[in-house]
């Protein structure tokens, strides 16, 4: 198991803030569809657990982008702040909005054969295709 740490963070504009009591700091990239189309690139992210401590929930709008998971954005900057885990509560939290950034690692990226060919990471990672996350991780 992954070691955890207090995280914190804000979208562009500050009205959303997020701390996490317990986020992996291993950072990575999903290449699926919808997150591609959400942020026209790979989503880059941490995961946050379930202790999460939103302030300006105001200012959060949340989308069901499938049955089991919503992804959060901030109203007033359209930031993307979260992919939310019905079920579990799970936070897999938008690297881009932590303070923590030199502590981020990035080793790992799933929906690989997803992937567009005009992009390319150099570092190495673990790598999982559609079939395999949803073999490692579905109910």
Same mark, same amino acid.
């Given at each position: 198991? &992954? ?29 699926? @569809? ?10 880059? /992210?941490?995961? @946050?657990?379930? $202790?999460?401590?939103? $302030?300006?929930?105001? #200012?959060?709008?949340?989308? /069901?982008?499938? $049955?089991?998971?919503?992804? &959060? ?9 979260? #992919?939310?885990?019905k079920d579990s509560g ?27 060919? #005009? ?11 559609? /079939? $395999?996350?949803? &073999?490692? #991780?579905?109910?």
């Amino acid at each position: 198991m &992954a070691e955890q740490h207090p995280v914190s963070g804000s979208c562009l504009c500050s009205k959303v803030t997020i701390q996490a009591k317990a986020a992996d700091l291993h950072v990575g990239a999903c290449h699926c @569809g919808m997150c591609r189309k959400w942020g026209s690139g790979p989503f880059l /992210a941490v995961d @946050g657990g379930t $202790e999460v401590a939103i $302030e300006g929930e105001e #200012y959060v709008s949340r989308y /069901a982008s499938s $049955e089991w998971a919503e992804r &959060a954005f901030c109203k007033a900057c359209g930031s993307h702040l979260f #992919y939310l885990l019905k079920d579990s509560g799970q936070h897999i939290i938008s690297a881009g909005l932590l303070d923590q950034q030199e502590k981020m690692v990035m080793d790992h990226q799933i929906f690989i054969d997803k992937k567009p060919e #005009y992009y390319d990471f150099s570092n190495k990672t673990e790598n999982l295709t559609e /079939a $395999e996350v949803f &073999a490692k #991780y579905a109910p």
